[in-house]
């Protein structure tokens, strides 16, 4: 699904109406080494944190996303955004924006890209002082969960429209 520019749907509320209803959406995460991957309820409600994906080749990768959304019946993505603190965009949303288009050239689904910033750091300090985890546990934990916040956020607004 793609715009006439050729880039993925990006407007949250092109996002909401693409979708079918009753299906879950993916949270993404994307890292210079892992994946994170959380997915929401088919309501839209709430979102979970899921999996790691140790990336690598991007076909692997893809592959296994795609096989986790199949097997919980998945209709959409969601791509976390770093975007910097003024609001311009650096080399990792470039990056995170590639990362939707090769994944549209094997799919067609509605994604949408969420201004993930501070998402990791809040994570951080949530599962330092609320779950009071050390930091190799927390280590283990960050990605899934920073791709659930983000996906949490994106679920949030999609509430309000």
């Excluded at 470039?94 to 501070?118: C, K, T």
């Amino acid at each position: 699904m793609l715009h006439a520019n050729g880039m993925p749907v990006v407007d949250i509320l092109d996002f909401k109406s693409a979708l079918p209803s009753g299906r879950p959406v993916v949270g993404l995460d994307p890292g210079e080494k892992t994946l994170g991957v959380a997915m929401s309820d088919v309501t839209l409600s709430i979102a979970s944190p899921l999996i790691v994906i140790r990336r690598a080749k991007f076909t692997q990768e893809a592959e296994e996303l795609f096989q986790v959304m199949d097997e919980r019946g998945a209709c959409g993505a969601v791509i976390g955004l770093p975007v910097n603190m003024d609001g311009s965009e650096g080399p990792r949303c470039q990056s995170n924006r590639a990362l939707g288009r090769n994944l549209l050239r094997l799919r067609d689904l509605p994604i949408a890209f969420w201004d993930e910033r501070l998402s990791t750091a809040a994570v951080q300090r949530m599962l330092t002082s609320e779950a009071d985890l050390s930091r190799a546990k927390r280590a283990a934990v960050v990605d899934r969960a920073a791709a659930a916040y983000i996906l949490q956020g994106a679920l949030d607004r999609l509430r309000t429209i």
